[in-house]
């Protein structure tokens, strides 16, 4: 009777295992933008978005628009329009303050007042705003014109609200303002190099057992004899060959 040897079979487990902690790794150390493309990341809730909706003014008459959206919140009798432009090439700090001299002096029925010229960090670039003050009649609007170049393309983010609970707080209109970005993907480093790491210290620790598992599995195999029916039509004896003649 034949005998074979029978060994234990390998499981799957540690396969879906390290997959499971490669696809963990990669989801927590990314950081995944709200919005793709440049876009203001912390747009309130309640805006609506809507490219066409209409620019109360140019800031760089002199240079075509590439790049044009809007959120807009018009509910209630309240009215809130955020506005990005975006202008071919980097601008320069002079350039925003001459464009605001220019704003300055455009002729207007409304009783108009310009805040300083601010500087700050926006997606990681050197950014200038300022705060405009708007009355006509009693009605009072604010906005805020924030200008991000980067390098090759500027964006003009435009914050133009009379509501209430913005115009009340211009610390809360510069926050949303700050929160624009091109929308890319940000990596954890560190958290990806730790994951990483710890995925090296499993492979190894699984290629020490890989190779010790052969002789491990030698001592827990078991020898089992399978009886064969020799007489199956299927194992006839093979004919003897003839005799040759001399």
Known sequence: MPTYMLGPTVSAHGIHALSTTLLLAAIAGCDPPRFHGPQVQGVPSGFLRNPGAGRDRD???DRPAIHVDAWVDAMFGQFSGIYITGYPGNMSR???EEARER???VPTARRMSYGDLEEGRVDGQTAWAWMEVWEDNGLHEVAYRSVIPYDTVTY???FITDDPKFKSRPDSIRAIVSTFAIGRIE???PLVAGALGFVGLLLGSGWK???RRPYEDMRSMTLVTIPVDESDDDLQEAPSPLPQSS
Do not use: G, T, Y
């Open 187 to 189: 990596w954890n480093v």
């Open 103 to 105: 704003s300055m002096n």
């Open 209 to 211: 057992k890989m190779q």
């Open 59 to 61: 800031m760089f008459p």
């Open 94 to 96: 002079a350039e925003v």
């Open 156 to 158: 003009v983010v435009d």
